[in-house]
């Protein structure tokens, strides 16, 4: 496979005006029909260009040009495309190809899922479907019959408006859907099934009726309700906070079980992973409900950034996905409490982007190249593209950024575009330069803030210094200085924010400082005492910033800092630092003794009357070992793993009367209800219920019992086994999960629950079990919501045993991708990242890694894994 490169990209040789489809399902002999209107770009930049079509997997059965049918000599057929060297300046096309749906395990294009049809199109799936000009910049008008047996897919359903249906002979009936709005292939959906629908209806600012339609099998009708709220809600946020009406009369989402990411933006036509859309609150916990609401919000918001605005091509893929990330993320933040979501979006982007930033994979968030564009739907492209807009949006405020969004939608509507046109339109209506802002989205890697401060008793100054670098990246050994916006303020004694004062120059208490220099320094005036600086406040910018902090002065943010993000972070950063003086003491050989200075953090805590259980409940949390791992250049996964448990088990003996008087009095057994304060309450309670079992007091493992056994809410009932599953005798455990899989076997959702707690058990025997879970009649390599809850989770959510030193964690996933290498690509190349991490690793288990890698190389690899391998083995 040869990598495809940014600077080389040139527009189309052909447009296609119309496109007609026609389908006629069957699971394994599907034709499809298209009829293409092509004409020659009048925008291209060379003559006489021929007819390049994109296709894999098809076999042709016809070919017509204006009517006349073509011959094996009229065409060249490659792999990859259909190329025809003669055509003229505008024509129609014919083409007829058969394709398999049912043995298509790739999950790209059309497939079946539990037998009901459904396609996956972005990023280069349609190729898979017909042959066709499949790239972003092709926009084009559709209309789609779909022809089916009747009984077995009552339902059939593409993008836009129905304009015919009717039954045919042999009992088949067929369904004709028109789209009116221009669009890219990958924004094509079809699906065909015995669905049910739950209906509901959304009237527009202008006063338009919306008909919503959520599509699932019938046994989660029970399971939509909350999905039609949160669509609704966004629908409407979407009108208040950026000016967006819906477009279409009609708005569906269809749930299926079997599918590679968490949902898709198809005009008119979502759709989604079942476990992104069901919800229901005896079977799906708080975090689900959670995700449901954001990525429905995710996938409509689309329909403006990505859909009426598109890419140009994939490697413009964050300018869809990053801003659309940061509008569900300002979205659930209006919805919820935004201090934690805010708290848990930087968690997971310091945790696993920064990882990302820091392996081989590392890209910026334009990429210059790639060799498979499924590869590059990370973290990188759409957390730390959406910190970049948020960046944007912090520099401008919040009315420029809005007059921004609103000039970039109305220009660029219809067309297909790039990053540099977003940015111009937040430059045009601001006025500032953002040229060195650029750099954000070309350069990789991770920038580094170093922080320093000294006061000057007899001046009264207190001069911060602020260092940036960004360490080299594969491909990117140089970097240049970043535009980084570091929000900050200074607090004094008694917790008051300080009016600042730079040279003359007024400040008032909170300030976004522009770092643009490597080095830059400020100077602060009529400092009566030394401040405690308050430095990247709400995390402004995607960077780690690093300040000597006492731990006095830690402790004192913790209480006193207005930033209810910096809050948490201060705890954090207390509780880093004495989980890795325990990590140095075990390397050492010393007994481990905890820091006293995070008990009394932690009483403090603990004893304050509770003014916000849910930020009190973040707040309890210690850091990840994923993360603590993050701060080393040489990790030392059982150091780390060891320290972080005697942390947690000191802390939960020195304090559990304090666990225990706060989980009963946020315990409740009233009836379950959404309200955000009862969300807080449970994750509060059961949080303080994990602290207690780490203790595992006979009596704590009780109340986890008890709870087990009463919960009415699968957020209560999880966290109890979870507990139960995860003490250290594994016979503890046993019970509930049986209970448990007896009562849930028929929930695939919820069995992937019950896989994944096992999975994640962090103690040796975790691994043969999650071998013999394998087996499992719920259990499958082709369903990638199963693959996800037992061997990612192994892999990603149980670090020390994966890594474990007889490299059994390593063999195991080796297999694993090996088989999925032929199932599933997508699946199988994310799978493998954590075993191309190995850098930061000892010499042994360096090796060991490697040596997986080696013999997954030795295989016939998609372009997936061969991708990842080579940037791994390089
Ligand atoms: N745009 C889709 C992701 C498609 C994945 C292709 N491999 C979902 C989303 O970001 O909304
Ligand atoms: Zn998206």
Same mark, same amino acid.
């Given at each position: 496979?040869?990598?495809?490169?940014?600077?080389?990209?040139?527009?189309?040789?052909?447009?296609?005006?119309?496109?007609?489809?026609?389908?006629?399902?069957?699971?394994?002999?599907?034709?499809?029909?298209?009829?293409?209107?092509?004409?020659?770009?009048?925008?291209?930049?060379?003559?006489?260009?021929?007819?390049?079509?994109?296709?894999?997997?098809?076999?042709?059965?016809?070919?017509?040009?204006?009517?006349?049918?073509?011959?094996?000599?009229?065409?060249?057929?490659?792999?990859?495309?259909?190329?025809?060297?003669?055509?003229?300046?505008?024509?129609?096309?014919?083409?007829?190809?058969?394709?398999?749906?049912?043995?298509?395990?790739?999950?790209?294009?059309?497939?079946?899922?539990?037998?009901?049809?459904?396609?996956?199109?972005?990023?280069?799936?349609?190729?898979?479907?017909?042959?066709?000009?499949?790239?972003?910049?092709?926009?084009?008008?559709?209309?789609?019959?779909?022809?089916?047996?009747?009984?077995?897919?009552?339902?059939?359903?593409?993008?836009?408006?129905?304009?015919?249906?009717?039954?045919?002979?042999?009992?088949?009936?067929?369904?004709? %859907?028109?789209?009116?709005?221009?669009?890219?292939?990958?924004?094509?959906?079809?699906?065909?099934?015995?669905?049910?629908?739950?209906?509901?209806?959304?009237?527009?600012?202008?006063?338009?009726?919306?008909?919503?339609?959520?599509?699932?099998?019938?046994?989660?009708?029970?399971?939509?309700?909350?999905?039609?709220?949160?669509?609704?809600?966004?629908?409407? %946020?979407?009108?208040?906070?950026?000016?967006?009406?819906?477009?279409?009369?009609?708005?569906?989402?269809?749930?299926?079980?079997?599918?590679?990411?968490?949902?898709?933006?198809?005009?008119?036509?979502?759709?989604?992973?079942?476990?992104?859309?069901?919800?229901?609150?005896?079977?799906?916990?708080?975090?689900?409900?959670?995700?449901?609401?954001?990525?429905?919000?995710?996938?409509?918001?689309?329909?403006?950034?990505?859909?009426?605005?598109?890419?140009?091509? %994939?490697?413009?893929?964050?300018?869809?996905?990053?801003?659309?990330?940061?509008?569900?993320?300002?979205?659930?933040?209006?919805?919820?409490?935004?201090?934690?979501?805010?708290?848990?979006?930087?968690?997971?982007?310091?945790?696993?982007?920064?990882?990302?930033?820091?392996?081989?994979?590392?890209?910026?968030?334009?990429?210059?190249?790639?060799?498979?564009?499924?590869?590059?739907?990370?973290?990188?492209?759409?957390?730390?593209?959406?910190?970049?807009?948020?960046?944007?949006?912090?520099?401008?405020?919040?009315?420029?950024?809005?007059?921004?969004?609103?000039?970039?939608?109305?220009?660029?509507?219809?067309?297909?575009?790039?990053?540099?046109?977003?940015?111009?339109?937040?430059?045009?209506?601001?006025?500032?330069?953002?040229?060195?802002?650029?750099?954000?989205?070309?350069?990789?890697?991770?920038?580094?803030?170093?922080?320093?401060?000294?006061?000057?008793?007899?001046?009264?100054?207190?001069?911060?210094?602020?260092?940036?670098?960004?360490?080299?990246?594969?491909?990117?050994?140089?970097?240049?200085?970043?535009?980084?916006?570091?929000?900050?303020?200074?607090?004094?004694?008694?917790?008051?924010?300080?009016?600042?004062?730079?040279?003359?120059?007024?400040?008032?208490?909170?300030?976004?400082?522009?770092?643009?220099?490597?080095?830059?320094?400020?100077?602060?005036?009529?400092?009566?005492?030394?401040?405690?600086?308050?430095?990247?406040?709400?995390?402004?910018?995607?960077?780690?910033?690093?300040?000597?902090?006492?731990?006095?002065?830690?402790?004192?943010?913790?209480?006193?800092?207005?930033?209810?993000?910096?809050? %948490?972070?201060?705890?954090?950063?207390?509780?880093?630092?004495?989980?890795?003086?325990?990590?140095?003491?075990?390397?050492?050989?010393?007994?481990?003794?905890?820091?006293?200075?995070?008990?009394?953090?932690?009483?403090?805590?603990?004893?304050?009357?509770?003014?916000?259980?849910?930020?009190?409940?973040?707040?309890?949390?210690?850091?990840?070992?994923?993360?603590?791992?993050?701060?080393?250049?040489?990790?030392?996964?059982?150091?780390?793993?060891?320290?972080?448990?005697?942390?947690?088990?000191?802390?939960?003996?020195?304090?559990?009367?304090?666990?225990?008087?706060?989980?009963?009095?946020?315990?409740?057994?009233?009836?379950?209800?959404?309200?955000?304060?009862?969300?807080?309450?449970?994750?509060?309670?059961?949080?303080?219920?994990?602290?207690?079992?780490?203790?595992?007091?006979?009596?704590?493992?009780?109340?986890?019992?008890?709870?087990?056994?009463?919960?009415?809410?699968?957020?209560?009932?999880?966290?109890?086994?979870?507990?139960?599953?995860?003490?250290?005798?594994?016979?503890?455990?046993?019970?509930?999960?049986?209970?448990?899989?007896?009562?849930?076997?028929?929930?695939?959702?919820?069995?992937?629950?019950?896989?994944?707690?096992?999975?994640?058990?962090?103690?040796?025997?975790?691994?043969?079990?999650?071998?013999?879970?394998?087996?499992?009649?719920?259990?499958?390599?082709?369903?990638?919501?199963?693959?996800?809850?037992?061997?990612?989770?192994?892999?990603?959510?149980?670090?020390?045993?994966?890594?474990?030193?007889?490299?059994?964690?390593?063999?195991?996933?080796?297999?694993?991708?090996?088989?999925?290498?032929?199932?599933?690509?997508?699946?199988?190349?994310?799978?493998?990242?954590?075993?191309?991490?190995?850098?930061?690793?000892?010499?042994?288990?360096?090796?060991?890694?490697?040596?997986?890698?080696?013999?997954?190389?030795?295989?016939?690899?998609?372009?997936?894994?061969?991708?990842?391998?080579?940037?791994?083995?390089?």
């Amino acid at each position: 496979p040869q990598p495809i490169f940014l600077k080389n990209y040139l527009p189309p040789a052909f447009l296609v005006q119309q496109v007609h489809l026609n389908f006629l399902l069957d699971s394994t002999q599907t034709r499809v029909i298209s009829r293409l209107e092509l004409e020659r770009n009048p925008a291209s930049t060379q003559a006489n260009l021929p007819l390049e079509l994109d296709g894999q997997n098809l076999k042709i059965i016809n070919l017509q040009l204006n009517g006349q049918c073509l011959t094996e000599a009229d065409y060249q057929l490659t792999e990859q495309q259909l190329i025809l060297p003669q055509v003229p300046d505008s024509f129609v096309l014919e083409i007829e190809v058969e394709i398999d749906p049912l043995n298509n395990t790739a999950l790209e294009g059309l497939y079946q899922s539990s037998g009901n049809f459904c396609t996956q199109c972005e990023a280069e799936g349609f190729r898979r479907i017909t042959f066709y000009p499949d790239r972003p910049d092709i926009l084009s008008k559709f209309t789609t019959r779909i022809e089916a047996d009747k009984s077995r897919f009552p339902v059939l359903l593409s993008n836009g408006n129905l304009i015919a249906q009717g039954d045919l002979d042999n009992g088949k009936h067929f369904a004709e %859907w028109q789209d009116p709005f221009p669009k890219p292939a990958y924004l094509f959906a079809l699906v065909a099934g015995n669905l049910h629908a739950v209906k509901d209806s959304f009237t527009t600012c202008s006063g338009r009726q919306v008909a919503l339609e959520l599509w699932v099998e019938e046994q989660n009708l029970h399971k939509c309700e909350h999905a039609l709220r949160s669509l609704k809600a966004a629908m409407q %946020w979407d009108e208040e906070n950026y000016g967006r009406e819906y477009d279409l009369d009609i708005y569906m989402i269809v749930a299926v079980d079997d599918f590679n990411m968490g949902a898709m933006e198809n005009k008119g036509l979502n759709v989604f992973n079942s476990a992104c859309v069901l919800a229901e609150p005896k079977s799906e916990t708080d975090a689900a409900f959670n995700r449901v609401e954001s990525v429905v919000a995710h996938e409509y918001f689309h329909n403006w950034s990505g859909n009426r605005v598109t890419c140009r091509d %994939w490697f413009q893929l964050s300018l869809k996905e990053g801003f659309t990330v940061l509008r569900d993320q300002q979205f659930s933040a209006d919805m919820n409490s935004a201090a934690v979501e805010r708290i848990q979006q930087v968690s997971m982007l310091r945790t696993a982007q920064f990882a990302e930033d820091a392996g081989p994979t590392a890209h910026p968030v334009r990429p210059e190249s790639y060799i498979e564009i499924n590869n590059f739907y990370t973290l990188t492209i759409y957390e730390k593209g959406a910190e970049v807009v948020r960046m944007l949006s912090e520099l401008l405020g919040k009315e420029t950024f809005r007059k921004g969004a609103d000039l970039y939608f109305a220009r660029f509507d219809g067309q297909a575009v790039t990053v540099d046109d977003f940015v111009a339109c937040m430059a045009e209506v601001s006025g500032l330069d953002l040229s060195q802002f650029m750099l954000w989205y070309s350069q990789a890697g991770t920038p580094e803030v170093a922080a320093s401060g000294v006061y000057n008793p007899t001046e009264k100054t207190y001069t911060l210094t602020l260092k940036q670098r960004t360490p080299a990246t594969p491909g990117q050994p140089v970097k240049q200085p970043l535009l980084i916006p570091i929000k900050m303020g200074l607090v004094g004694a008694a917790g008051v924010n300080i009016p600042m004062e730079v040279n003359g120059e007024f400040w008032s208490t909170e300030r976004v400082v522009q770092l643009k220099e490597a080095e830059q320094s400020f100077t602060f005036h009529h400092l009566e005492a030394e401040p405690v600086p308050s430095l990247l406040r709400g995390f402004s910018a995607p960077v780690k910033l690093s300040f000597d902090y006492s731990r006095e002065q830690l402790a004192f943010l913790m209480t006193n800092d207005s930033d209810g993000f910096n809050r %948490w972070d201060a705890g954090q950063r207390l509780a880093l630092l004495a989980i890795q003086s325990l990590v140095a003491q075990q390397q050492a050989g010393e007994t481990l003794e905890l820091d006293p200075a995070l008990t009394s953090a932690y009483e403090k805590l603990l004893k304050a009357p509770v003014s916000d259980p849910a930020i009190l409940a973040e707040m309890l949390l210690l850091p990840s070992e994923a993360y603590l791992a993050e701060q080393y250049e040489q990790v030392d996964i059982d150091a780390i793993h060891q320290a972080s448990e005697f942390a947690r088990t000191s802390l939960a003996k020195a304090l559990y009367a304090e666990f225990l008087r706060l989980y009963q009095d946020h315990h409740s057994s009233a009836d379950w209800s959404p309200e955000a304060s009862a969300v807080a309450a449970r994750r509060l309670k059961n949080v303080c219920l994990t602290w207690l079992v780490a203790t595992e007091k006979p009596e704590a493992l009780q109340l986890a019992e008890q709870q087990f056994k009463q919960a009415n809410n699968m957020t209560d009932q999880l966290a109890a086994l979870t507990c139960l599953a995860h003490a250290k005798d594994a016979s503890v455990g046993k019970e509930a999960l049986e209970a448990f899989v007896k009562q849930w076997s028929q929930d695939a959702l919820v069995m992937d629950s019950w896989f994944s707690v096992q999975a994640s058990r962090p103690y040796p025997d975790a691994l043969d079990k999650v071998k013999t879970l394998q087996a499992h009649s719920a259990f499958s390599m082709k369903n990638p919501n199963k693959v996800r809850a037992l061997i990612s989770a192994f892999v990603n959510q149980n670090r020390v045993n994966f890594h474990a030193k007889d490299a059994s964690g390593y063999q195991f996933l080796a297999d694993k991708v090996i088989e999925l290498n032929q199932l599933n690509p997508q699946i199988a190349s994310r799978l493998v990242i954590p075993l191309t991490r190995f850098k930061r690793m000892d010499k042994v288990r360096q090796n060991l890694m490697k040596i997986e890698l080696e013999r997954i190389k030795q295989e016939k690899l998609s372009a997936d894994l061969f991708e990842v391998i080579e940037k791994a083995l390089q």
